[in-house]
């Protein structure tokens, strides 16, 4: 038995100051006291000019040297019938500003329902108040009820990843145990399911801000357990371990990118020279990665994928480990065959597209040279050190470009739906993870690679 330990030493916090202020009547009142909340009231006097900041995360030490912010959360109430024009003053120095060019605020009347609807507000812009300026995130919005929230994503709370929680550990295909605690003494979850000799571990929302990760994991884990062909055929074929989220400290905190004490998690798999006298994974900065590491080397791992959300590009991606030490052609079949597998089961997934030269308009994946990848990030860290298939899903907080949806975007729904899809697309990889991938993977890579051909090559080959 695991127990969750206390925190023995103190964890910057958000301060919340709380200073009584009268309320003119009618004004609208903002609040972002609560689970996932992230948002600083400047001035709300004025509804055509409502003057926001986002809260900054702690100082992130060692590896990324800043402090992080762009994720926010809040809700307006008084505000029915109402014009309001907000501005997120701080949004150019954001963590990924440029991001903000294209994408449209998500908005929800039910964020707590068990299907919420987020919505995207068309009139979102990131452009400066006023020549000479810096940019800010402005939107206007006329609400249709007292209450509205506004987020950069729809949020996943921490009570509805109890409740996923909940919902696995009374199946009796599903196992769930804590294998460790945060620096803030909350459980990190495991979900077990299965009994096949291959390992296959899927971990998300190593970043809390990206939500859909665990939207993703919600509808990976509830197909997983179904009666489908593909999902009983996963139970056989492998023995799945899943973390639905890796960072519940910053999911509650309303961080984008760390936790409780401003560490980046997918930087906290191996101390590097690039971090020079930085020790990760530590149980003072980073137990989550820690408990979750010390777990997989008791198990193995033959699959592994981190789920992500990406603030840029508008499409779902894999990023490869094509830049470890020993980068092998085994490990370049597998990755094409994890990417024609995914594209086979759904419309969501396309492959070309990725990360490479930060300059380049069209996002053309290219790939690291070797011994160029981070090893202190978990895909690049898995990959080498279990010499498996590892790769880092990302997904998009604006929308994909194919089934783009105006309205709504890329949502829970879509996020659902994607994760489910994965159950079916690892079921044919099962039989090639180890070993020689036999004349059947062989085939199976030819006509993937036929297929992809318009794609190039820079999308699953070591940079060059």
Same mark, same amino acid.
């Given at each position: ?32 006291? &609560? ?105 206007? &919005? ?18 509805? #990843? ?177 990417? #024609? ?124």
């Amino acid at each position: 038995m695991t127990s969750v330990r206390a925190n023995t030493k103190p964890v910057p916090r958000r301060t919340l100051t709380r200073v009584r202020v009268p309320m003119a009547k009618g004004a609208v009142a903002i609040s972002s006291s &609560f689970d996932s909340g992230n948002i600083k009231v400047l001035d709300c006097t004025d509804t055509k000019d409502i003057k926001l900041e986002i809260h900054k995360e702690p100082f992130t030490e060692g590896t990324d040297k800043r402090h992080h912010f762009q994720w926010f959360y809040f809700r307006v109430a008084n505000a029915k019938g109402k014009e309001c024009k907000y501005r997120i003053t701080n949004a150019h120095a954001a963590s990924f500003s440029p991001a903000y060019d294209g994408y449209k605020v998500a908005y929800s009347y039910d964020p707590s329902s068990a299907s919420p609807t987020w919505t995207r507000v068309a009139e979102t812009d990131y452009k400066p108040s006023k020549a000479g300026a810096e940019k800010e995130l402005v939107w206007s &919005f006329k609400s249709e009820q007292d209450s509205v929230w506004f987020a950069y994503f729809a949020p996943f709370s921490y009570e509805r #990843h109890q409740s996923l929680i909940a919902t696995c550990a009374k199946n009796p295909l599903a196992e769930a145990s804590v294998i460790g605690s945060t620096l803030q003494g909350r459980p990190m979850d495991l979900i077990k399911i299965g009994e096949g000799d291959r390992k296959v571990w899927v971990i998300a929302r190593q970043h809390p801000g990206e939500s859909m990760a665990e939207w993703f994991m919600d509808g990976f884990l509830k197909e997983i357990m179904s009666d489908s062909k593909e999902a009983k055929a996963l139970r056989k074929g492998a023995t799945v371990y899943a973390v639905p989220n890796m960072n519940p400290d910053g999911s509650v905190l309303g961080h984008l990118r760390t936790n409780a004490c401003g560490a980046n998690l997918n930087r906290e798999w191996q101390s590097i020279p690039l971090y020079p006298g930085y020790v990760a994974p530590s149980d003072e900065r980073s137990p989550e990665v820690k408990s979750v590491l010390d777990k997989m080397i008791e198990t193995g791992v033959d699959l592994f994928i981190d789920v992500h959300g990406d603030e840029q590009i508008d499409d779902n991606f894999f990023a490869g480990s094509q830049g470890i030490p020993h980068w092998s052609s085994r490990l370049e079949d597998l990755y094409v065959l994890l990417n #024609h597998a995914v594209l086979k089961c759904t419309k969501e997934f396309q492959v070309g597209k990725g990360y490479g030269d930060d300059d380049d308009p069209t996002f053309r994946a290219k790939n690291s040279k070797k011994d160029e990848a981070n090893l202190s990030v978990a895909s690049n860290h898995v990959a080498h050190r279990f010499d498996c298939l590892s790769a880092t899903l990302e997904m998009p907080f604006k929308d994909t470009t194919k089934t783009a949806d105006v309205k709504e975007g890329w949502n829970p729904v879509r996020a659902q739906g994607f994760g489910a899809s994965m159950v079916g697309a690892f079921v044919p990889l099962l039989p090639v993870l180890r070993g020689d991938i036999g004349e059947e993977g062989r085939q199976w890579l030819a006509h993937a690679k036929d297929e992809l051909k318009d794609e190039g090559t820079d999308w699953y080959q070591e940079g060059k």
